[in-house]
Nanobody, 125 residues
Framework: QVQLVESGGGLVQAGGSLRLSCTTS????????RGWFRQAPGKEREFVAV????????YYADSVKGRFTLSRDNAKNTLYLQMNSLKPEDTAVYYC??????????????????WGQGTQVTVSS
């Protein structure tokens, strides 16, 4: 079974930056869209950024556009989320997801087959 492991979370002041990493226990992430979701206390898990497996197109939630960047290093089997200009409302547990649609993407968490354990990001004001 493919395992996803996130790292890079932490406590940062508003306006600061963090870079999250997601690595896989197998040679590749396998097929399907992959990316990042987050879940704040008392809220549902929400889409942050994903990349299409079929054509590499990147998709971002409106709330993070221009501040967050998703990238990948296929040689290292690693997915990254560079987060700049962080805001207190970005505070959440961030999850790496894989095994989404083969073509295109979906922002629905339940349609991703594999998940990491999550990493906490806390932004202080």
């Amino acid at each position: 079974q493919v395992q996803l492991v996130e790292s890079g979370g932490g406590l940062v002041q508003a306006g600061g930056s963090l870079r999250l990493s997601c690595t896989t226990s197998t040679r590749t992430f396998s097929t399907g869209a992959r990316g990042w979701f987050r879940q704040a206390p008392g809220k549902e898990r929400e889409f942050v950024a994903v990349v299409s497996w079929s054509d590499g197109t990147l998709y971002y939630a409106d709330s993070v556009k221009g501040r967050f960047t998703l990238s990948r290093d296929n040689a290292k089997n690693t997915l990254y989320l560079q987060m700049n200009s962080l805001k207190p409302e970005d505070t959440a547990v961030y999850y790496c997801a894989a095994g989404g649609p083969t073509y295109g993407i979906t922002t629905t968490p339940n349609l991703y087959a594999r998940w990491g354990q999550g990493t906490q990001v806390t932004v202080s004001s």
